[in-house]
């Protein structure tokens, strides 16, 4: 399998990652363990220390300059950096590599980066843990996850292809969606959890009697953590994904609200029958989300 992932890449010598943290650095490491040079270019001299020191890169530096010779390089950065990237960032990117990102918002960054490269791929690898920083990367992150690109007609073929091989390389399944059918999918999955998350420790961290909110802290087991762990998360991201994905999470909100609104009406109205067809209707559901795919081929959303 390893000598079909690397098949993958042929032609790949040097990849370029800005950026290490959870998804950067993650990029990095199976990349050097398939053989293939990876470049990281970094804000802080004490990032890149410490990346050298975790194995993350072949070669870090604070210098766009650094990219130079790479065939690929991967803009794993916060969302508002990559949506205002830093003319250093656009000048020293090779004309002829090709350049992807690993945004959570695809319409947004295609409204910026569409006309900085021609060989720009908007994609993103649907994967991720709660850590953060140059010592959350880590090996395997993207193995049997989906990693979705968002061409658009004009996007050079060859350049989705290379970022497809590179998905593929990683252990990703790789999926290809219009960016706007993309954003609204990831409102749904990803954002909207982040924002119901954050209400249900709000409504935890208000309660007001001290009795009931320190036995819910001691009570508290795996499924409150996993219903609540996106919540938790990193801040910037979370308000970046509001910011710059507004419609689409409106949207997925008000459907939010109904469907509760339709549960609290059962329960006032003492309709139990039809709150146990809900719960049963939902489990139903559940499965049909959580199935993964069996192989790394390439899908069309």
């Not at 399998?1 to 993958?8: L, Y």
């Not at 250093?88 to 590599?97: G, R, S, T, V």
Request: glycine share 10%.
């Amino acid at each position: 399998m390893d000598q079909e992932r690397i098949a993958a890449l042929e032609g790949v010598r040097r990849v370029g990652v800005v950026g290490l943290g959870l998804i950067g650095g993650s990029i990095g490491l199976d990349l050097r363990a398939l053989g293939v040079s990876v470049q990281g270019l970094v804000h802080r001299a004490s990032t890149a220390d410490r990346a050298l020191q975790r194995g993350l890169v072949d070669a870090v530096s604070c210098e766009p300059a650094c990219l130079e010779g790479c065939d690929l390089v991967v803009l794993a950065l916060p969302l508002e950096a990559l949506l205002q990237p830093q003319d250093a960032l656009i000048k020293a990117l090779p004309p002829e590599a090709v350049i992807t990102d690993v945004g959570s918002v695809k319409g947004a960054v295609l409204d910026v980066w569409r006309d900085l490269h021609p060989r720009f791929v908007a994609s993103h690898p649907m994967a991720g843990t709660a850590e953060s920083g140059v010592e959350s990367g880590c090996s395997g992150l993207f193995r049997g996850r989906p990693w979705v690109g968002t061409p658009e007609p004009d996007t050079d073929s060859g350049a989705v292809e290379q970022v497809r091989a590179l998905a593929c390389s990683l252990g990703s399944h790789w999926i290809s969606a219009d960016p706007l059918i993309h954003d609204q999918a990831v409102a749904l999955i990803s954002h909207l959890p982040v924002m119901v998350s954050a209400a249900l420790l709000r409504v935890l961290g208000e309660e007001r009697d001290p009795r009931v909110r320190d036995l819910a802290r001691q009570l508290a087991s795996s499924g409150f953590a996993d219903t609540t762990r996106v919540g938790g998360g990193n801040p910037a991201l979370g308000t970046a994904m509001a910011s710059r994905n507004t419609a689409a999470l409106l949207k997925a909100l008000a459907a939010y609200r109904w469907s509760l609104e339709q549960l609290e009406e059962a329960i006032i109205n003492g309709h139990w029958a039809q709150l146990e067809r809900e719960l049963e209707n939902t489990r139903a559901l559940r499965p049909g989300f959580l199935e993964k795919p069996s192989d790394s081929s390439s899908r069309q959303a």
